[in-house]
Structure formats: structure tokens, C-alpha cells
């Protein structure tokens, strides 16, 4: 493998990476504070990819990208609300059992609407503009990618530390019924949290289909369940530890591909996960829970 | 009460069970003889196999009737969705068993049709595939029959179309766990190879079923350079593998089977389209026969009609063949028996659309022309008619 | 709460026996006009053999797996490499060929169907030693990831001599009789029963109630959690084994997680920890998607087509229903209990008083 393949290979698993990255960082947030897989998140993911299709249809994309993410956080409040918090006190399976109901009902909701074939993916122009450096070519999203992500988690870490709602939702995520007591509106907090993971989801989902070109109903699927082990790999609940999963994914799988073993990229992926689960289950940055009684 | 209506549920269900399962057959007033269509509306294959329903429901308008001792009997399409899903193929067959029909056109997809094969057999109820190009489908099975070519052709033709075009070396991209993908890119892969010699083909890749990052394979088969890219997959990834393709600045020409023929991947690819080459079953800028002729004219505006588009999809001249050809065993066997008909199909010859259709020992339509088509300015253009004796 | 005399009860369940053997009888007398029937049917008894294995570690031990569809790819593969007839071998691997030591090697349905089972029991036995270590939903994603990489390996290229890679087996030799897939799945479900209310079965409850409680009791929690795991993966690739011999054409894309999903949404409509409730939600789900089928195609009504019908409607609204279940009916339709002919008695007394209770005259106590 001559050096200019390698740097291809690098830039394709570095943007790979920060769009997982941004989608295991809202598994993590969830996680972190309602101690849920959020299985529908995958399916939030790509129904945002169908809203930009249909509202960059009728208007101009500076228009429709707000519209998109504000419509993706609707969503997400929206699921929240009926499919969670109802269930709020039942026992953890259930909740993760309505989880996998809500993806199960996006992905049979978004054949129905929009059917089973692809849907081409606006050209946002002004993301799309192939550089030539060398033998390198990438689009200019695919630089933009794991910059944007990285400074959106800088921003959301200096949010968990430095805000009030960030507190507040550092204190639900440490002890649920506590914070209750000491006056912390759970419900806001909890819908705070969705709503900035399916934010992050849909600034994903952007730049995940600009480089990648089609929608279809099963496109978050896959994806959705990688950056949930890239959020269980970096320790779940930890932001920065999620992003480190992204990227990790990312780059191990097109490494593996680029050995040549494209057969197992997808076991790859749950092969780590278990090594991880077996020999470090906290994850890299996750801290040691201990079980109570 | 919560009990209550429970079980009250489960009883009414239970109930219903055994009376909706068995469809009541009505008093008829007028002979009907019922074909089955078994297509996939749903699923991975969905739009293919829409298009597949809708030429062998324009046949239906055409001939509706077809006459069987002397008497007339009304064709009924009896339409079942298999959603390209095995398991689902399954009990969507035996719903055509237990619908009592005399015999079967589809599937868009080979693998639902081999998972049906063995049911339409116990039942003794011919089947003819339109489009189903694996080997597999009729191999072994007396009862199923196809009006298309088969893959080991097809994979021949791109191979013998991409030798005489200069190509010395090609990559191969198929989908893990498909048996069309896999399969015709290993027809193809044998086909290169002897025609360019061994070792000929410098590259082999798999993706995953719903993978929609393909650049890792496609940084590896830029690694390599090779002369053509063939990638036999289903309209779904066709469009993201071409797009990245390009991004990634491959500009060899990629070339597809039987399944890149569907406006949808000029849709979704755009200018990145243009220029690939594909292999199908039928050009309408070239009307083989005078049924052709009068079926272009015809399905045209029965598209526009349906609020489809302009372009005549090869599968759906194939559903309609199929359904034709249906109709002439009918007419020759006379009688609406499932084993008569098979036997009477062995021996019919129907001009048809796409050719003249005659059938040998295994069941598959005596073809050896194939059309190449290529995309340019946003369509799809017959290039040229490729025969492999 | 009234109970029915003992005697009556046997007598019912007798009853409903032989009606269930002669519906299945009538069935298989007119098997080509009742095609659709019998296939829902077996295939609803297949799901129930995987519903009821799914729930003995689920809603019995606690441990949610979402592995099954793993475990039943083993024992379809077994059971289809090793039964299908050595003639049509080299047609069914058309491309790369059967490996050698396979090419010859046969065994019958039952023996290939009990192997099946014990491989995949094999295999959960070591899934199991790194896996039972981890809490819920750790496991749940772990057991989900091991199906996942046992379809990979199914899949892969590599394996082409022995499972066909993606181009899929076929030809499975079909079921003897109608009566064959009933009645595995009935001796599958009643040793499953046996295994619950055995001091195994007890233990796993305990586990489930309180882990550390049992331990505190000297319930051996690895011991119990691999056997529960290990007990539910045999099973689980009968299911398998049968669903293959069902279908008589597989390839790995059946095995997909969809189907674990399946699995998972019978044992919630069923009620967790409910043998019945599984078994009852494995026939209604299984025939629910296919009454729904009639969302699919257009409606007229009066000339006018009802807009919202057309393809995909059916699948929309099925998890509508399904998510109204979990959310709305928490417990599935039995919750943890089970169907007993007093429940379904004392369900019909008092249906009958509240119609009473609803016409003026007020009826004598019933003649019980």
C-alpha cells in the first residue's frame, strides 16, 4: 500500500469516525441520564436525513438546514414523551423493549411514507466541493466532518460544566431520585438531553448523507447500532469518551477493509465491543459503577 | 377489566383465525381462471418489482380473457407481496396455493423465487419468473420456468463487452450474503478470467447488506487501477457506490447487471451516472418483434396513466412475456390444471416482446442475445446487442 | 376466585386436544386448498419454540439476550447442510462446491435437528462464560453483537465450502407431515415447562427477583445463568433447525436482527414469565401480520379510495398496535402469569354478571 492510498484510507476513517462520533455522543448523553439504549436513535438519524430531503425540495438550503435540526429535536422530544416517559418508573427492559418499538415503528413509518428505494440526497454545494490535493480526493465535508465534531463536543462539554442545565443534568445522570428532591424539574432535563442528542443526530445526519449521497429507510440502522458500541467502547455516559469511540470505529473498520477483510467489518465492530465489555466494562473514560443492593 | 377485554381479544382472534385464513371461495357466476403475482412491493426490491407488476397488469388489460375448451375464461391476477424477504416469500406463496390459482408469474429477485420453488412444485403449480436471472431458480424444479437469460450469460456478456473495450483488468464489487450479487459477480469473475487470463481481475470486494459507506473498498480498488469496475447489486446501493465512486475520483467505467436498469439510479446519481454500462432483456428503440411494437405504444401510455414515467423498465416488457406466454400454455394445455399446464408449457412457442420465448429441458427461455445499454445525458442508450453462443 | 372440578378441567383440555388434532387433521386432508393456513400455523408453532426459549431466560431468569437469531442461524445450518440429499449437493453449491468431508456426510432430520440444537447450545456455552458476567442491557448488546458476528462468519467467503456464503442453501427436504412441526414444538415447549417448575427453574426465578439475594441463598449465579443460557440456546437453534427445514431455502439474511425482534415483540404480547402467554402471542403475531395484510391494497369505498391504504400501511400499523401493548399494556396479554381453565372460567362468570348486572332481573347464583 503506496503512502497516498494510506492518507485516502486515514481521511476516509477520520470522517467515518466524526459522524459516528456525533451519533454516539447523543447515545451517550441518553445513556448517561435515563440509563437507556436509545435504539430508535439510529432511525431519528435517518429520518432527519428524509426531512432535508423533502424541505431542501421547496427551499433554499440556508433555510432548510434550521429546519431540519429544529424538526430532528421535535422528533426526538416528541418520542421521548410518549414512548419513554410513560414508562418511567417500569423496570429498565421495558423501556429498552419500547425502544426497540420506536425503531421498529420509524423504519415501517418511513418505507410507508417514503418507500423502500432511495432518496438522492440534497448537493449542498458549498459542502461539496471535491479538492484535488495530490492523488487525495474528498469532498470539502469530508475535511469538515472532524473538525465540526470536535468542536461541537467542545461546546457541549463546556455546556455539562459550565451551565446550569449542564449541572442539572450532571446531577440526574449521578442519582435520579435525589436530584428529584433537591428541586431539579426531571422532565425538563430529561427532554433538554434528547433534544441536544437528536440536535447532534441531525448535524450528523447532514453531514453523514452529504458524503454518502442517498436516504433510505434502513440507513440508520447499521449506523445507529455502531455508534452504540462506539459509545459503549469510549464508557458510556462520557461525552468525550464517546467521541473517542467514534473515531476508533471508524478507523479500525476502513483499516479492515483496507487489509482486505471487508467481509468483517461489521463483526469487527462487535467483536471490539465485546473485548471491551469483557476486559473493561466501563469503557475507556467510564468510571467504576458499583452495583447497589 | 383489563383481563376481561384480554382475553376477550385473544378469543375473537383466535376465532378469526381459522375463518380468515380460508379464503370462501364465491359463487361465480362467470368461468375464472386465477394466476398468481408474486412480486415484491415492499423491501429491498420493491421498486423493481412494481415495475415487474405493472407489465403484467397492462397484459391483463390486453388480454383478459383466454379461452379454454371452447369456453371463455376471465384472467384474475391474484397479487401477493413477498417483500423481498425470504421468510415472507414463503407464506406469500402458500397464499397463492390456498388462493387456488393455476399458475404463478414472478418474482423480481431470485432468492424469493428459489425460497417458493419447492411450494409451487409440491402443489403442481407452474411458475414463470420474468426477471429471476440465478440458476438456481429452475434447476431441479420441473415447475419453474423464466422468459429472461441467466446469470453465467449475463456475467459472459460484460466480461466478452468489457474485453472488447480495451479492458485488461477489472474489479468486482458484491454484496455479502445476496445470492444475485454473488453469484453474477462470480460468473462474471470466471468469464474475465478466461477471456483475459488468469488472473485478470485484480480485485474482489464485499459490502454488507444496508452499507452505505462504501470509499474504503472503492480507496482499495483505486489502489489497484483497474480497467472496469463491475458491481452486480440492487438499485438500493447502486447509486451510493457510483456517486462515491466518482468522488473518490474513479473514473473508470463501472458497469452493472440487469438490475441498474431503473430511472431511480439516474435520480439519485445524476451527473455521476453517465457513463455506465449495464445488460438487459429489451430495448424499446428497437422493437424485435410486432408485439413489441404494439406494446410500446401501448404500455407508454398505460405508464402515464399510472403516473409513472416514460421509459419502458426491461422488466416490466418481462412480466408481461411471462404473462403471455402463461396465457398460450393455458390456451394449448385446455385446462386450468396446474400439471397440464406445466407440461403444455415444455412445448409452447410465443412470440413475445423480448423475443421469441421457447423453453429447454431446465425450464429457461433459449436466449443468447443480450442488450448493453449505457447512460448518457440522464438515459439510458442502446449501445448494442452482445450474443453468446 | 370459583374453580372448575379437576375432573372438568382434564376433560376440557382433552377436549381442546383432539379438536386441535383434528383441525390439524382437516387441515392436512385438504392440503392445497389450506396451504396458507398450515404455513402460518407451523411457522406460528416454530416462532412459539423460539418465544418460549427467548422467554425461560428473559422473563424467568432475568438475562436479556438478544441473540437469537444467531443461535437459530446454527441450527438451521446444521440441520440444512446435513439433510439435504447427497444427489443434490452439487447443485446447491453451484459455484465453489462442497468441501470434501461434508460431501458425503448425512444425517437424518431428527438427528441433524438435535445436533443443530446441541451446537448452538456448544456455542452458547462459550458466548456465555464472557457474556452472563455483564448486567442487562450490557448483555443485551453483547448477546445482539455475538448473533451479528456468527452471521458475519456464515456469510463470509471463507465458509464458502461448507454454508454456501451468500449464495444461500436450498433444497431442504420438507416436513414428513403436517403433524411434524406441532409436534416437535409441543415436546420442545412441555420440556421447557418441566425445566421451569424443576428446582432449576426455581432458581432461576430467584435470580431474577434478586441476584444477590440468591447468591445470599447459595444459589450458584454463574451455574444457574449459563444453564439458563445454555438450555435456552438449544432450543433456540431447534427453532432454528425447524425454521429452516420450513422455508427449505435459507441464506444468512434471514438471520438478520429483525428477527430477534420478532421474537422479543411475541414474548412482550405474550407477558414476560408467561409459558402460555408466549406460545398464544407466537400464533397471534404470526397471523396478525397476515390478517393485516388487507392495509396493503387500495380500498374503495363507494368509487372513493380511502387515501392511506396502499404498501407498507400493514407494517405501520402493526407496531403501532405493538408499541400500544408496551406502552398501554405493560404486561402482555398475561403478564407473568398463565392460562388456566379457572382464569378463562372465572373470566366468563364474570362477563356473564356484569351483562346481568346491565339487564334489570338479576340471574341465580349458576348452576357450578
Redesign the interface.
Known amino acids: 500500500m503506496d503512502f497516498a492510498v494510506f492518507l485516502q484510507h486515514c481521511l476516509t476513517g477520520i470522517s467515518l469516525g466524526g459522524a459516528y462520533a456525533l451519533i454516539a455522543v447523543g447515545y451517550t448523553m441518553v445513556y448517561g441520564i435515563l440509563r437507556l439504549i436509545n435504539f430508535a436513535h439510529g432511525d431519528i438519524f435517518m429520518m432527519a436525513g428524509y426531512f432535508m430531503v423533502f424541505a431542501s425540495s421547496s427551499m433554499p438550503w440556508y433555510l432548510a438546514t434550521p429546519i431540519v435540526l429544529i424538526a430532528t429535536v421535535i422528533l426526538g422530544v416528541l418520542i421521548e414523551r410518549a414512548a419513554y416517559k410513560p414508562l418511567r418508573n417500569a423496570p429498565r427492559m421495558s423501556i429498552m423493549i419500547s425502544a426497540i418499538g420506536v425503531s421498529y415503528l420509524l423504519q415501517n413509518l418511513a418505507t410507508y411514507l417514503f418507500t423502500a428505494l432511495p432518496r438522492g440526497y440534497p448537493t449542498l454545494t458549498a459542502l461539496k466541493k471535491i479538492f484535488q490535493i495530490g492523488p487525495l480526493s474528498a469532498s470539502l465535508v469530508t475535511f469538515i466532518t472532524p473538525v465540526l465534531t470536535l468542536a461541537l463536543v467542545y461546546v457541549l462539554i463546556l455546556l455539562i460544566n459550565h451551565s446550569k442545565i449542564g449541572m442539572a443534568m450532571r446531577a440526574v445522570s449521578k442519582d435520579f431520585e435525589t436530584a428529584q428532591l433537591m428541586g431539579i424539574k426531571i422532565n425538563r432535563v430529561i427532554s433538554f438531553t434528547f433534544a441536544i442528542g437528536s440536535l447532534l443526530a441531525a448535524i450528523g445526519s447532514i453531514l453523514y448523507f452529504t458524503d454518502r449521497m442517498t436516504v433510505f429507510p434502513f440507513s440508520g440502522a447499521l449506523p445507529g447500532l455502531k455508534c452504540f458500541v462506539a459509545a459503549v467502547l469510549g464508557g458510556i455516559g462520557s461525552i468525550p469518551g464517546a467521541m473517542v469511540g467514534g473515531f476508533i470505529l471508524g478507523l479500525g473498520e476502513t483499516a479492515l477493509v483496507a487489509m482486505g477483510y471487508s467481509t468483517f467489518s461489521d463483526a469487527f465492530t462487535f467483536i471490539l465491543l465485546i473485548v471491551m465489555l469483557i476486559f473493561r466494562p466501563t469503557g475507556i473514560f467510564g468510571e467504576k459503577v458499583t452495583d447497589k443492593v | 377489566m ?3 377485554t ?5 378469543l375473537v ?2 376465532l ?3 375463518t ?3 379464503g370462501e371461495p364465491a359463487a361465480e357466476a362467470e368461468k375464472v381462471i386465477k394466476i398468481g403475482v408474486f412480486e415484491p ?4 426490491n ?2 423493481g418489482g412494481f415495475q415487474e407488476v405493472l407489465g403484467i397488469r397492462y397484459a391483463n388489460t390486453v388480454y383478459p380473457t383466454v379461452d379454454i375448451n371452447g369456453e371463455t375464461y376471465k384472467v384474475e391476477l391474484v397479487e401477493v ?1 413477498n417483500k423481498s424477504d ?2 415472507e416469500a ?2 406469500a406463496a ?2 397463492l ?4 390459482v393455476s399458475a404463478v408469474i414472478g418474482s423480481y429477485g431470485s ?1 424469493v423465487s ?2 417458493a ?3 409451487f412444485a ?2 403442481q403449480i407452474p411458475a414463470v419468473a420474468p426477471s429471476a436471472t440465478n ?2 431458480v429452475t ?2 424444479n420441473d415447475f419453474y420456468f423464466r422468459v429472461c437469460f441467466l446469470d453465467p450469460f449475463q456475467g459472459t456478456v460484460m466480461a466478452n463487452y468489457a474485453i472488447q473495450n480495451g479492458a485488461k483488468t477489472a474489479a468486482v464489487i ?6 444475485y ?3 453474477l459477480g ?1 460468473f462474471f469473475v470466471t468469464a474475465f478470467n478466461e477471456l483475459g487470463g488468469a488472473g485478470s481481475v485484480i480485485s474482489e ?9 462504501f ?3 472503492l ?2 480498488i ?2 489497484k487501477n483497474p480497467d472496469v469496475i463491475f458491481a452486480p447489486s440492487s ?2 446501493t447502486a ?2 457506490l457510483i ?2 465512486a466518482r ?3 474513479i473514473t473508470v467505467p463501472i458497469m452493472g447487471g440487469d438490475t441498474w436498469e431503473n430511472a ?1 439510479i439516474i ?4 451527473a455521476d451516472a453517465e457513463g455506465i454500462v449495464l445488460s438487459t432483456f429489451f430495448d424499446e428503440a428497437e422493437p424485435a418483434t410486432d408485439e413489441a411494437a404494439s406494446f410500446i405504444t401501448g404500455f407508454k401510455e398505460y405508464l402515464t396513466a399510472n403516473g409513472q414515467g416514460e421509459i419502458i423498465p426491461a422488466v416490466s416488457a418481462l412480466g408481461y412475456d411471462a404473462y403471455i406466454t402463461i396465457l398460450e400454455a393455458v390456451k394449448a394445455a385446455n385446462s386450468t390444471e396446474g400439471a397440464a399446464i406445466k407440461d403444455a408449457l415444455k412445448g409452447v412457442e410465443v412470440v413475445g416482446v423480448t423475443g421469441s420465448i421457447t423453453f429447454d429441458e431446465k425450464g429457461d427461455a433459449k436466449k443468447n442475445m443480450a442488450f448493453i445499454k449505457i447512460v448518457e445525458n440522464g438515459q439510458f442508450k442502446f449501445l448494442k446487442t452482445v450474443t453468446v453462443e | 376466585m370459583m374453580k372448575m372440578k379437576k375432573n372438568t378441567k382434564i376433560l376440557l383440555s382433552v377436549l381442546i386436544l383432539i379438536a386441535a388434532v383434528a383441525a390439524l387433521w382437516y387441515l392436512d386432508a385438504n392440503k392445497n386448498q389450506y396451504s396458507y393456513a398450515i404455513s402460518i400455523l407451523q411457522r406460528s408453532a416454530i416462532y412459539a419454540i423460539a418465544a418460549v426459549a427467548m422467554n425461560m431466560l428473559t422473563g424467568f431468569t432475568g438475562l436479556f439476550s438478544l441473540g437469537q437469531a444467531g443461535f437459530m442461524a446454527i441450527g438451521a445450518y446444521t440441520v440444512a447442510i446435513l439433510t439435504i440429499p447427497v444427489e443434490m449437493r452439487a447443485n446447491v453449491y453451484y459455484i465453489n462446491g462442497i468441501a470434501d468431508f461434508l460431501a458425503n456426510l448425512s444425517l437424518p432430520f431428527w438427528a441433524a435437528l438435535i445436533l443443530g440444537g446441541v451446537l448452538a447450545a456448544l456455542v452458547g456455552f462459550f458466548v456465555g462464560i464472557p457474556v452472563l458476567r455483564l448486567k442487562s442491557d450490557y448483555l443485551a448488546i453483547a448477546t445482539l453483537g455475538f448473533s451479528e458476528i456468527i452471521r458475519a462468519i456464515i456469510a463470509a467467503p471463507q465458509l464458502d465450502r461448507i454454508t454456501n456464503g451468500s449464495y444461500g442453501l436450498k433444497s431442504i427436504p420438507a416436513f414428513s407431515s403436517v403433524f411434524e412441526a406441532f409436534f416437535i414444538a409441543g415436546i420442545c415447549i412441555l420440556l421447557m415447562i418441566l425445566i421451569i417448575n424443576s428446582s432449576y427453574g426455581r432458581a432461576f426465578k430467584a435470580i431474577k427477583e434478586d441476584e444477590t439475594a440468591a447468591q445470599a441463598m447459595g444459589i450458584n449465579l454463574f451455574k444457574h445463568k449459563s444453564m439458563s443460557f445454555i438450555i435456552s440456546c438449544f432450543f433456540t437453534g431447534i427453532a432454528g433447525g425447524l425454521l429452516a427445514v420450513f422455508m427449505r431455502s435459507i441464506d444468512s439474511k434471514t438471520f438478520q436482527i429483525a428477527l430477534t425482534y420478532d421474537i422479543l415483540l411475541i414474548v412482550v404480547l405474550g407477558g414476560l414469565g408467561s409459558i402460555t402467554g408466549s406460545v398464544i402471542g407466537a400464533f397471534l403475531m404470526t397471523a396478525g401480520r397476515e390478517w393485516l395484510r388487507f392495509f396493503d391494497n387500495p380500498l374503495m369505498i363507494g368509487g372513493f379510495q380511502v387515501p392511506l391504504f396502499r404498501t407498507g400501511f400493514r407494517m405501520v400499523i402493526f407496531s403501532l398496535i405493538l408499541m400500544a401493548v408496551v406502552l398501554y399494556y405493560r404486561k402482555g396479554l398475561f403478564g407473568d402469569k398463565e392460562f388456566t381453565w379457572d382464569r378463562m372460567y372465572n373470566f366468563f362468570i364474570r362477563l356473564r354478571d356484569r351483562i346481568r348486572r346491565k339487564t334489570p332481573e338479576k340471574g341465580d347464583k349458576g348452576n357450578v
Do not use: R, Y
Open positions: 383489563k383481563k376481561a384480554t382475553l376477550l381479544l385473544i382472534m383466535i378469526s383465525l381459522f380468515g385464513c380460508a412491493q415492499t423491501g429491498e420493491g421498486g407481496d425470504k421468510t414463503v407464506t402458500q397464499s396455493v390456498s388462493a387456488g432468492g428459489i425460497a420453488g419447492p411450494i409440491d402443489a440458476p438456481q434447476e431441479g458484491t454484496q455479502l450474503g445476496d445470492d450479487s454473488s453469484g462470480s470486494e464485499q459490502f454488507q447488506t444496508n452499507q452505505t459507506d470509499k474504503a473498498i480507496t482499495n483505486k489502489a438499485i438500493t447509486p451510493l456517486k462515491q468522488e473518490l475520483g431511480t435520480e439519485n446519481a445524476g
